[in-house]
């Protein structure tokens, strides 16, 4: 389908996950292109500060996305205050490594909250009000690990591949409403989500900057196209995934040292990344567990 370019000039853009990383880069490109940025964070200081770096339009505020009912208060703020959010950006999110028999159930369902649970909110509570204006685009950030498995990250797989799966057929139900979802799907991005991970060489090399993601991710306005990778390439390369056998697949992780749950990694490096998963699990000392975690991609 063909779609009418989204205009930036004057829009009001929500960005979760906002204050860092990713979320940031996105938030500073729809800026610079003319939109009223939202950036809501878990962190509030930091999405306060975040905002005053965009310039006196830029607005921050504190959010744990994981809780349906602070999302819907924040956006009512953000709509009786600022205007109707035009462009939302579901960026936030959490990635806890491990084995799946070391994590906890808290844990894991931090995860489905923020990774997956946030996107479903934002549309229930955004997509009637966007269609009764006739306007509106979501972008969703969730992940080449929609699309792929991994050991040491089952629960942060599933979610992402519900999120990818969600997005695309809600897409589908927008069709001739004037609002439209994009799914965006980054491989490895250099943010505090990789801090403390040993990788091999190689590895290193397939590693991109939140930058790269946030160009794919704020031109997805151009033309609203259902799903875009970062790097280019990367839905190419995941479609082809599957056509391969798993015993090959086995064997290939086997030869390059990727048969592993990404441990060990540097707990100290990772610390204040895991620090924040307590807040949003309820689980004291999730910092110091096996359970790692992100305050957003």
């Known amino acids: ?37 939202v950036i809501a964070d878990l962190e ?107 050991p040491g990250l089952a629960t942060y797989v599933a979610a992402k591949h519900a999120a990818t799966g969600f997005g695309r057929s809600a897409r589908e139900e927008l069709v001739g409403t004037g609002v439209t979802l994009s799914v965006v799907m980054p491989s490895a991005v250099r943010t505090e989500l990789v801090d403390g991970i040993r990788f091999s060489w190689w590895e290193r090399l397939g590693i991109i900057t939140p930058a790269t993601v946030a160009r794919r991710a704020v031109g997805t306005l151009r033309k609203r196209p259902a799903v875009v990778g970062a790097p280019l390439g990367t839905v190419v390369a995941l479609r082809l995934y599957h056509l391969v056998p798993e015993p090959i697949w086995l064997l290939g992780r086997r030869i390059v040292g990727a048969d592993r749950t990404l441990e060990p990694y540097d707990r100290h490096a990772r610390a204040a990344y895991d620090g924040r998963i307590g807040r949003q699990s309820g689980e004291p000392g999730a910092g110091e567990s096996a359970d790692g975690a992100s305050s957003a991609d």
């Open 44 to 150: 509030e200081d930091a999405a306060v500060t975040a905002a005053r770096s965009l310039g006196s339009e830029a607005v921050g505020y504190g959010l744990d996305v994981g809780d349906p009912r602070a999302f819907a208060a924040l956006i009512d703020i953000v709509e009786s205050e600022i205007g109707p959010v035009d462009i939302m950006v579901n960026n936030a999110g959490i990635m806890p490594m491990g084995p799946l028999a070391d994590e906890s159930r808290d844990i894991a369902e931090a995860t489905m909250r923020v990774n997956f649970w946030a996107h479903y909110d934002s549309f229930r509570i955004l997509a009637p009000r966007m269609t009764a204006r006739g306007r509106g685009h979501f972008i969703n950030i969730t992940s080449a690990a929609g699309a792929i498995h991994s």
């Open 1 to 37: 389908m063909k779609f009418a370019e989204f205009p930036t000039s004057n829009a009001n853009a929500l960005v979760t996950g906002g204050a860092r990383g990713i979320g940031y880069s996105i938030a500073r490109l729809l800026a610079e292109a003319g939109a009223r940025v």
